[in-house]
């Protein structure tokens, strides 16, 4: 009898084990396949700013500075600063190129100035000046040649006007800028809608807070 129970016993305690095992594994199938899309209910044309979240190479400093945005300009380059950064794409990228006084530079998979998101947008020059804070598509010689990478001005650099698309300009904390070294990251870039950030009077806001004011 006591051999019966034991047995019994056994084969209840496996039988619990995996109905248990199964379960978790059910959970599981159904959380992998369970994947969101950032874009699938994304309105572009709210008006949204950007906040560039900076971490220093040694990981013990992190910083924010706030990215506004000229769709009226460069709509094209707008949508795919958005699309890549809802993505993730630009999430603990290195910033691989800082030049005092001139620009700094992130945005390659790479981390060299070689990478790209696979794909290329045409150029939408317009005549927003390039001052500190300014932040525009970096390409190469080909003028429709942009991608991901980016570059934020750190001071005036009128020789880029008209040579380069102009998308954005940072209006909050730009003095982080000085503080940014050669190898520290873009640790993430948050999208935000601008009347939530600044409340109902977002578009007199951002006019304030924008040295180029117009726009």
Same mark, same amino acid.
């Given at each position: ?5 034991? #047995? ?24 992998? *396949? ?15 700013? @950007? ?12 910083? +924010?500075?706030? /990215? ?5 300009? @460069? ?10 950064? &809802?993505?993730?794409? !630009?999430?603990?990228?290195? #910033?691989?190129?800082? %030049? ?5 530079? +992130?945005?390659?998979? $790479? ?8 794909? +290329?947008?045409? @150029? ?9 804070? +300014?932040? @525009? ?14 570059? /934020? ?10 040579? !380069? *698309? ?8 730009? $003095?982080? &800028? $000085? ?8 640790? %993430?870039?948050? #999208?935000?809608?601008?009347? $939530?950030? !600044? ?17």
């Amino acid at each position: 009898m006591k051999r019966t129970l034991l #047995i019994f016993s056994i084969i209840l305690i496996l039988f619990s084990f995996y109905g248990c095992k199964k379960s978790e594994t059910q959970k599981e199938e159904k959380m992998e *396949t369970k994947t969101v899309d950032p874009l699938k209910n994304f309105d572009f044309n709210k008006d949204y700013l @950007a906040l560039f979240v900076w971490q220093s190479k040694d990981g013990k400093e992190e910083d +924010t500075m706030v /990215i506004r945005f000229y769709p009226d300009k @460069a709509p094209n380059h707008v949508k795919n600063f958005l699309t890549l950064s &809802l993505k993730k794409f !630009y999430n603990g990228l290195i #910033i691989f190129r800082v %030049e005092p006084k001139f620009v700094i530079q +992130t945005g390659s998979p $790479d981390n060299t100035n070689m990478g790209g998101p696979g794909y +290329t947008i045409d @150029a939408e020059f317009n005549d927003i000046n390039h001052i500190k804070g +300014t932040v @525009a598509m970096a390409r190469a010689q080909d003028p429709n040649s942009a991608g991901s990478q980016f570059y /934020i001005c750190l001071d005036s650099t009128p020789h880029l006007d008209g040579k !380069y *698309t102009v998308f954005g300009q940072v209006i909050e904390n730009i $003095d982080l &800028l $000085d503080k940014i070294s050669k190898g520290d990251y873009m640790k %993430e870039i948050k #999208i935000v809608k601008a009347k $939530d950030f !600044y409340g109902e009077n977002y578009r007199k806001i951002i006019k304030d807070k924008d040295p180029h004011g117009e726009y």
